[in-house]
Nanobody, 117 residues
Framework: VQLQASGGGLAQTGGSPRISCRASGAITSEFRNGAWEWYRQGSGKQRDVVASMASDGSTTYDDAVKGRFTISRDNSKKTVYLQMNNLKPEDTAVYYC?????????WGRGTQVTVSS
């Protein structure tokens, strides 16, 4: 299984991009029963979780993005999304997806999101 992140790039303050993470090689049932997270790592900072989705679909968010970011998944496409609204310059970071399926944990390579002020 490989997690392939996409959709990053340059965005404007207040923008609403969406980034994706496709679980290539995963079977649908393991993807559907998996737990998914989006992390981000700003320059010189540690990698922190910003959004999580449990296998039952329940979600949690870091306070810094609550109300602005939404994690979702499309089981048929085996893809997890992070909808980012009302972007701020401090959201600039490399965003990583992480998936836990059965007994294995997978990380995507990350996608850079840069927010211009």
């Amino acid at each position: 299984v490989q997690l392939q992140a996409s959709g990053g790039g340059l965005a404007q303050t207040g923008g609403s991009p969406r980034i994706s993470c496709r679980a290539s090689g995963a079977i649908t049932s393991e993807f559907r029963n998996g737990a998914w997270e989006w992390y981000r790592q700003g320059s010189g900072k540690q990698r922190d979780v910003v959004a999580s989705m449990a296998s039952d679909g329940s979600t949690t968010y870091d306070d810094a993005v609550k109300g602005r970011f939404t994690i979702s998944r499309d089981n048929s496409k085996k893809t997890v999304y992070l909808q980012m609204n009302n972007l701020k310059p401090e959201d600039t970071a490399v965003y990583y997806c992480k998936g836990a399926m059965y007994s294995s944990v997978y990380w995507g390579r990350g996608t850079q999101v840069t927010v211009s002020s």
